[in-house]
């Protein structure tokens, strides 16, 4: 009787071993490490993406679609392993997969890529490229992302008689904008239309339209936000 315990006992034993893989390459242990390692780095690129993001609404699907992504990554990579055939397995079966959205802005593939290879680096048990990693790539993102791809573009729209002053629109753009640039001009023997491609300085866009309302000749001003999602 109680040798039939016994193997009982150690049936189930095997059986919970077999279950949770610890007689596997994983262990219990080593897997929570993993996923804590992912939740991590994925945690970090959501809040670096939603900081330097500058677009007109936060998409937040998005900003969770980069966590899922990172986390997913991580398990498919301890699935696989060093396993060929699973590799193999997998690729076709991600495959079939169709994406129909539109990715409209390539920052936003570039945080795609980054979620992945983060995933891929904590799946695989590369915490210092993981965590190291995902830091300097966070720091260039943010230096670079409010030193210069933060800047809002917009197209200016003058509808204009033909007493326009060039040179006082000229002074007005000189003044209150960064920079620009004129991208069309059509004129007609009566009017004249001029649009100007430009980024303002700091607080100058309130006043801007005013102003350049105000200069004679002009009779119309339409300011548009250029932007990669429109």
């Known amino acids: 009787m109680n040798n039939v315990i016994l193997l009982a006992s150690d ?12 007689s596997g390459e994983l262990s219990i242990q080593t897997i929570l490490i993993r996923m804590a390692v992912a939740l991590l ?13 500058n677009g007109v609404t936060f998409n937040r699907n ?6 899922i992504t990172t986390l997913v990554t991580a398990v498919i ?23 129909r959205n539109a990715v409209k802005d390539s920052r936003d593939i570039t945080f795609v890529f980054w979620s992945v290879a983060a995933g891929l680096a904590a799946g695989t048990g590369l915490y210092p490229v993981a965590l190291l990693g995902t830091l300097f790539i966070g720091i260039c993102v943010v230096v670079f ?11 200016l729209v003058i509808r204009a008689d033909s007493s326009l002053e060039h040179d006082r629109l000229s002074k ?36 801007f339209v005013e102003k350049v309302s105000q200069i004679q000749g002009v009779l119309s001003v339409n300011l548009v936000a250029k932007n990669e999602e429109i």
Request: charge should be positive; hydrophobic fraction near 50%; avoid cysteine.
């Open 41 to 53: 780095v994925a945690v970090f690129i959501y809040f670096i993406y939603k900081f330097t993001f």
């Open 11 to 22: 049936n189930k034993a095997n059986v919970w071993d077999e279950i949770w893989g610890i």
């Open 172 to 207: 007005t753009l000189n003044h209150y904008t960064k920079k620009f640039r004129m991208r069309m001009k059509n004129t007609a023997e009566d009017s004249v239309e001029i649009i100007y491609e430009l980024q303002f300085r700091k607080g100058a866009d309130n006043a």
């Open 77 to 99: 990579m301890m699935i696989i392993g060093s396993n060929l055939a699973l590799s193999l397995g997998m690729v076709g079966a991600l495959s079939i997969i169709r994406f």
């Open 145 to 155: 992302g409010l030193t210069g791809f933060s800047d809002t573009g917009y197209l």
């Open 62 to 67: 998005f900003g969770g679609t980069i966590f």
